[in-house]
């Protein structure tokens, strides 16, 4: 007779951050130089799903990944599991009627509907989902700010996908990580016709890795001092003022300043560390030319540690940031909705005619929710292994 098997499922949205996270004081805990701020992005379009399961007869923790067995020998992932296993342990020492699920080995199922280290935040996702789903397992009450401190040792930026809408990651001051969390600056619900339209100009894996590149950053640039002392604090306060107010012109100004201050500091570093390429550096142009065409800013670009572009708009702006996008890249696969016209204001002779070669695909999507609760489970709870 088989041991039952308990399980749960929860999936977890990508978030882009608008102030970036960038350098690290404490390796091990996940600790940033600075704080910032993201935004969620929609889970229909970009979401981790996954299944945890516990049972008596596991032999050994196990992750599947996208179909594949993957490595959870690494501490990122163990420190993970020991603090949602400790959390657990308190529960059971408190009520002998609860399973001892803490003692049990798990066994993990993970699946992404984007590519994976494509520059979309993929440990993002894949953390917060991991951290949802063993939490809901457990059931845990802790609130989603305990647990993003725990999705903060898998991967930073990862904490702040514990929520939908609008999110700070706090850096903390404390050298034990305890004050270094996610908060909510406002929900979905709050400003929610925000959009956003990815470029996905690369596939490949970047060159550089974050945690790599951070360091590099952090022990040769000049400019990321001044960065981390005076800018980023002083744009902290402002963006969150500007969310709050839904003033998008200052949100996407500082987005795009911001974007732009962050790559500067990768450049500074040496050697220097390219995560833009030629057709980032046209995305850029080009919305810079949208803007002052229509007398206003409507469309802010934002590049993570990699060449993908994220283009902020309102729902109101769509056809015109979408046709000038869709004008460029129209031959591109990905669109939801087509048929917008570039604006006759346009200067559209800037726009060379093979720029859409440099896109492999567009993703459509706007502001979304936090991790969500599933009954889709992606383990067969007879055997304990993936369906």
Same mark, same amino acid.
């Given at each position: 007779?088989?041991?039952?098997?308990?399980?749960?499922?929860?999936?977890?949205?990508?978030?882009?951050?608008?102030?970036?996270?960038?350098?690290?004081?404490?390796?091990?805990?996940?600790?940033?130089?600075?704080?910032?701020?993201?935004?969620?992005?929609?889970?229909?379009?970009?979401?981790?799903?996954?299944?945890?399961?516990?049972?008596?007869?596991?032999?050994?923790?196990?992750?599947?990944?996208?179909?594949?067995?993957? !490595?959870?020998? %690494?501490?990122? /992932?163990?420190?993970? +599991? $020991?603090?949602?296993? #400790?959390?657990?342990?308190? =529960?059971? &020492?408190?009520?002998?009627?609860?399973?001892?699920?803490?003692?049990?080995?798990?066994?993990?199922? !993970?699946?992404? %509907?984007?590519? /994976?280290?494509?520059? +979309? $935040?993929?440990?993002? #996702?894949?953390?917060?989902? =991991?951290? &949802?789903?063993?939490?809901?397992?457990?059931?845990?009450?802790?609130?989603?700010?305990?647990?993003?401190?725990?999705?903060?040792?898998?991967?930073?930026?990862?904490?702040?996908?514990?929520?939908?809408?609008?999110?700070?990651?706090?850096?903390?001051?404390?050298?034990?990580?305890?004050?270094?969390?996610?908060?909510?600056?406002?929900?979905?619900?709050?400003?929610?016709?925000?959009?956003?339209?990815?470029?996905?100009?690369?596939?490949?894996?970047?060159?550089?890795?974050?945690?790599?590149?951070?360091?590099?950053?952090?022990?040769?640039?000049?400019?990321?001092?001044?960065?981390?002392?005076?800018?980023?604090?002083?744009?902290?306060?402002?963006?969150?003022?500007?969310?709050?107010?839904?003033?998008?012109?200052?949100?996407?100004?500082?987005?795009?300043?911001?974007?732009?201050?962050?790559?500067?500091?990768?450049?500074?570093?040496?050697?220097?560390?390219?995560?833009?390429?030629?057709?980032?550096?046209?995305?850029?142009?080009?919305?810079?030319?949208?803007?002052?065409?229509?007398?206003?800013?409507?469309?802010?670009?934002?590049?993570?540690?990699?060449?993908?572009?994220?283009?902020?708009?309102?729902?109101?702006?769509?056809?015109?940031?979408?046709?000038?996008?869709?004008?460029?890249?129209?031959?591109?696969?990905?669109?939801?909705?087509?048929?917008?016209?570039?604006?006759?204001?346009?200067?559209?002779?800037?726009?060379?005619?093979?720029?859409?070669?440099?896109?492999?695909?567009?993703?459509?999507?706007?502001?979304?929710?936090?991790?969500?609760?599933?009954?889709?489970?992606?383990?067969?709870?007879?055997?304990?292994?993936?369906?």
């Amino acid at each position: 007779m088989t041991s039952q098997i308990y399980h749960a499922s929860s999936t977890a949205p990508v978030n882009i951050a608008t102030l970036k996270y960038w350098g690290k004081r404490d390796k091990t805990l996940n600790l940033p130089t600075n704080s910032s701020i993201s935004v969620t992005l929609a889970q229909e379009d970009l979401r981790t799903l996954t299944t945890a399961a516990a049972g008596p007869d596991f032999k050994e923790d196990t992750l599947w990944l996208n179909g594949e067995p993957h !490595s959870i020998d %690494n501490p990122r /992932t163990k420190n993970c +599991l $020991a603090d949602l296993r #400790a959390y657990r342990k308190e =529960l059971e &020492s408190g009520d002998s009627s609860l399973p001892p699920l803490s003692e049990w080995k798990l066994h993990l199922v !993970s699946e992404n %509907n984007f590519p /994976t280290a494509a520059g +979309l $935040a993929s440990s993002a #996702a894949g953390f917060a989902a =991991l951290v &949802s789903a063993i939490a809901k397992l457990y059931q845990l009450p802790q609130s989603a700010s305990e647990l993003s401190k725990i999705a903060r040792k898998g991967s930073g930026s990862a904490c702040r996908s514990l929520f939908g809408g609008y999110v700070a990651w706090e850096m903390g001051l404390k050298e034990d990580g305890s004050d270094s969390k996610a908060v909510e600056v406002a929900p979905k619900s709050h400003w929610p016709d925000i959009k956003a339209c990815i470029l996905v100009v690369s596939d490949d894996k970047k060159d550089v890795p974050s945690t790599s590149g951070m360091q590099l950053t952090v022990a040769t640039s000049e400019l990321f001092a001044e960065r981390i002392g005076t800018v980023v604090p002083k744009r902290f306060k402002e963006m969150s003022e500007a969310i709050k107010k839904r003033d998008f012109a200052a949100f996407a100004e500082m987005t795009m300043k911001d974007s732009n201050s962050f790559h500067a500091v990768c450049l500074d570093s040496y050697p220097p560390i390219f995560y833009l390429n030629d057709t980032s550096k046209r995305i850029i142009k080009l919305i810079h030319v949208l803007n002052e065409t229509e007398g206003e800013i409507i469309a802010a670009y934002t590049f993570d540690a990699g060449p993908n572009a994220v283009i902020y708009y309102q729902e109101k702006d769509e056809a015109k940031v979408l046709g000038l996008l869709q004008y460029a890249f129209a031959k591109v696969p990905g669109w939801k909705n087509t048929g917008y016209q570039i604006s006759a204001k346009f200067p559209a002779e800037i726009i060379g005619e093979d720029w859409y070669k440099g896109v492999s695909r567009i993703i459509q999507t706007q502001v979304g929710d936090g991790p969500l609760d599933t009954e889709e489970c992606l383990i067969d709870t007879a055997t304990g292994l993936p369906k």
